[in-house]
């Protein structure tokens, strides 16, 4: 897998604060345009240091006479400065490569300089100078070589002590110092820390360099829109090309390695075709810098991210690069501005869209691929799907697209995508953001395809975040008269997590949702967690989350569940997860029924003339195949004032093995969905056997079913109008209990037989919005009377009820 990393490009040099002034007048013309000190040190890949030079002006510039001249960073009363004599010149626009002292590490030789040293200079702090003259300097402050007038340019690395400004940030074995653009004589403002990338004045450069003695090499006839196309797919793929010519906008120099380049004097007219593309290195960091101006040879590939069998989309790429470069420090293309993208998300022919023409004005996933590998700008980016721990955070580029009441964006349908979503990739540390902060001004960098998640930002620069003090929600306080069912999933319990987890959980069920009656819980791990070794029980767990539940000031709950057969019901290997129920004794009390085990299953029984469960808890047809690898939902009967409420656990299969909802496929085959429309089928008929029994009883589904209220397996429990799904009862764009990708969406449900009228229903956000989160899964509880069973039996108790509650109050 190659996975998307950071960045790195010309506005990280805006984000460094100003220092201190200038201490010499900027150089015009030759100045020092990179410093190496770590060649053929542990771990380098260059063998030998160096000093590149660049001439910035209109005219060639005599270097005969000159050197270039070290000293260490903290310079004692006997240090010298070492002097390395120059000859030649340095072309306008060209570079002048000067090689220093050669270690014994590193695999990759420099190119051949055009002159040559023996100064070992530190791989991490120290000062270089462009000196007019041979004679060793004796300035050892920067004021007295701010004074000396042969001092051309200076540039201080690390801690140096001599230096322009404040110093550039330290080096190591694979790290350099490289000029960004002019002189401002502030080395921290005009160098940014990367990999080497030596060049000399044929432009060539280590491991590729310019096979062609030519110093003036001529693009070849392929342009970067040619490489793109009008497809998703390039028309050369498979293909060599070469001397396709593009500045450098960005480069990446650890695990995906490679550089993106863009077209700025040959683009066509055509809004289908990309300017831009990335340049895939492998193994190698990339040996040129941002404004570098290169004529790349190599192959057209399409790579796609996860593996060629994935149904994601591909990223163009040139593979296997030689790169040429022509000249240093020009300017970089201005970002386009991305914004109000199509509401249409992707054509959906019936099979792959990747042959076919895009539509950019059309679909905003086509859009986005007409931009795939250039440098694009998003401007006050609201966050719609929180930064996790990988540097990514989901924003919209369309900020009325199903906008929710928190700053969220909501997935309202298979037809409502949210085609404005965008991941961003940061360079460096991304800020913690929530649903509804925002990245103020501009945020800039390359577009890409990456895998989870599709079309990524890749970050040089990001916005101001600023927070909107998103809050957690606390839940109504449930009237005496409610009982009070929640559903929450809490990620993979087990006694190992941190206590830390455990409070949080326990938090959230004390304070945010003040305590149910009834806890229906999802994913509670063995007393072992993920250790595969046929332990199932989890009476650790339990206990362990119901004294934390206890240290936060909520009830003492008891827990009923039943022990899964070892490996049987999926989730992480090892882990077994289960379903189970939490109860405070003190507000509502458990019909214990023997007999439930992981096989047999529950059958509903006539008691009295109404209905009860042969076993409680039990599981509901445990041996049908719908349950295979997936947990098997738990029934249990509850009493509460006398009436009996029927709750059921659930956690049906997940969604793994669906295609990407932005993937080459359209529709998307969402196969996983067979497995639980017959896990709904199961469980509706077991509903039916309550109410072919006792049409009034109190049935509660709960639980995380891993699926959409617009979803077949939804509609075939509630499509007869028995079972109503409360998602169902909040405005469209509340709809949602998780965050996935940017899309707020409803996993988690509470769903109660018809005769239950009397109710009030909440999604308690707490997790889902929040990089911050105990789970992944916001939970969710209704606060309801159970009916009597008789409709005017119940008119007079909730009468009475009513009364005693205002008596209370």
Not at 174 to 198: I, M, Y
Not at 448 to 453: A, P, R, V
Not at 688 to 699: S, T, Y
Not at 717 to 722: A, K, R, S
Request: aromatic share 6%.
């Amino acid at each position: 897998m190659r996975p998307t990393l950071p960045v790195v490009g010309t506005a990280v040099a805006a984000l460094v604060l100003a220092a201190a002034p200038a201490v010499a007048a900027p150089s015009t013309d030759a100045l020092i345009s990179e410093v190496y000190g770590g060649g053929g040190n542990s771990g380098a890949t260059l063998t030998q240091d160096f000093v590149e030079l660049a001439n910035k002006g209109a005219t060639p510039f005599a270097l005969d006479g000159f050197s270039v001249q070290y000293i260490s960073a903290s310079p004692g009363t006997t240090t010298q400065w070492g002097v390395t004599p120059l000859t030649g010149s340095i072309a306008p626009g060209k570079t002048f490569l000067v090689a220093q002292a050669k270690g014994t590490g590193g695999t990759v030789e420099l190119p051949a300089p055009d002159a040559t040293g023996t100064i070992a200079m530190s791989g991490t702090n120290g000062t270089i100078a462009l000196v007019s003259g041979t004679a060793p300097l004796t300035c050892k402050t920067a004021a007295d070589c701010a004074a000396d007038t042969r001092v051309k340019d200076l540039v201080g690395y690390g801690s140096a002590a001599v230096r322009e400004g404040a110093a550039t940030g330290a080096l190591s074995n694979t790290t350099s110092a490289s000029r960004t653009a002019g002189d401002t004589d502030d080395n921290a403002a005009d160098f940014t820390v990367g990999a080497p990338t030596p060049t000399n004045s044929k432009g060539e450069t280590p491991g590729g360099g310019n096979p062609d003695p030519d110093p003036d090499p001529t693009p070849g006839d392929k342009r970067i829109h040619d490489v793109q196309g009008v497809t998703r797919v390039s028309p050369l793929v498979g293909q060599k090309v070469t001397n396709v010519p593009g500045v450098v906008t960005g480069t990446r120099a650890t695990g995906d390695r490679g550089f993106w380049i863009q077209d700025v004097t040959g683009q066509d007219d055509d809004p289908r075709t990309s300017e831009g593309v990335f340049v895939y290195t492998a193994g190698t960091a990339p040996t040129v810098a941002v404004g570098d101006s290169v004529l790349v040879s190599g192959t057209v590939a399409e790579y796609r991210p996860g593996g060629e069998t994935g149904s994601n989309q591909t990223l163009t790429e040139i593979t296997s690069p030689t790169t040429t470069t022509v000249s240093k420090g020009n300017p970089v293309p201005a970002p386009v501005v991305v914004k109000n993208v199509p509401a249409g998300y992707l054509p959906a022919p019936g099979g792959s869209i990747e042959q076919l023409p895009l539509e950019p004005a059309k679909y905003g996933l086509d859009h986005f691929e007409s931009l795939e590998g250039t440098l694009v700008q998003v401007d006050d980016a609201r966050v719609v799907g929180p930064s996790n721990s990988f540097g990514e955070v989901w924003v919209t580029v369309n900020p009325d697209q199903n906008r929710n009441q928190r700053g969220g964006t909501t997935y309202t349908g298979y037809d409502q995508p949210n085609s404005g979503r965008l991941k961003i990739k940061a360079v460096g540390t991304l800020p913690a953001a929530n649903v509804g902060d925002v990245f103020a001004g501009a945020t800039v960098g390359a577009l890409e395809y990456t895998n989870f998640g599709g079309y990524t930002l890749a970050a040089l620069t990001l916005g101001t975040h600023t927070s909107s003090n998103l809050q957690r929600e606390i839940t109504a306080q449930q009237k005496q008269a409610e009982l009070s069912v929640a559903t929450y999933n809490v990620e993979n319990l087990d006694p190992s997590d941190p206590q830390e987890k455990f409070d949080r959980l326990a938090d959230g069920v004390t304070t945010n949702l003040r305590g149910p009656d009834v806890v229906v819980l999802e994913e509670i791990q063995d007393n072992n967690g993920a250790t595969n070794d046929g332990v199932v029980a989890a009476d650790q767990t339990l206990r362990k989350f119901s004294d934390a539940i206890v240290a936060k000031g909520g009830p003492r709950y008891q827990w009923r569940q039943i022990d899964p057969e070892n490996l049987k019901d999926g989730g992480e290997p090892g882990g077994n997860i289960r379903v189970g129920f939490f109860f405070n004794p003190q507000r509502v009390s458990f019909v214990d029924r023997p007999g439930g085990d992981s096989k047999t299953p529950v059958q509903v029984v006539k008691k009295n003339g109404r209905a009860a469960l042969s076993v409680s808890p039990g599981r509901i047809d445990p041996l049908n195949d719908a349950w295979a690898n997936s947990r098997k939902p738990l029934a249990g009967e509850f009493k509460f004032r006398g009436r009996t409420v029927f709750v059921v656990a659930n956690h049906f299969n997940s969604k793994g093995g669906d295609e990407a909802i932005h993937g080459r496929n359209q529709p998307p085959n969402r196969s996983s969905e067979v497995q639980r429309a017959k896990q709904a089928a199961a469980l509706k008929a077991f509903t039916e056997q309550v109410r072919a029994v006792d049409k009034g009883a109190n049935v509660v589904l709960a639980g995380d079913l891993n699926d959409y209220q617009f979803s077949p397996a939804l509609k075939t429990l509630t499509g007869d109008g028995n079972l109503k799904a409360l998602i169902d009862t909040l405005p469209t764009n509340e709809r949602y209990s998780y965050v996935f990708e940017g899309n707020s969406q409803t996993l988690d449900h509470l769903v109660v037989s018809k005769n239950i009228t009397r109710l009030s229903y909440d999604v308690v956000h707490i997790n889902a919005e929040f990089a911050d989160q105990a789970s992944d899964h916001d939970p969710q509880i209704v606060r309801a009377r159970p009916s009597t069973g008789d409709a005017n039996v119940d008119r007079v108790v909730f009468a009475l009820e009513d009364i005693l509650d205002c008596l209370e109050n």
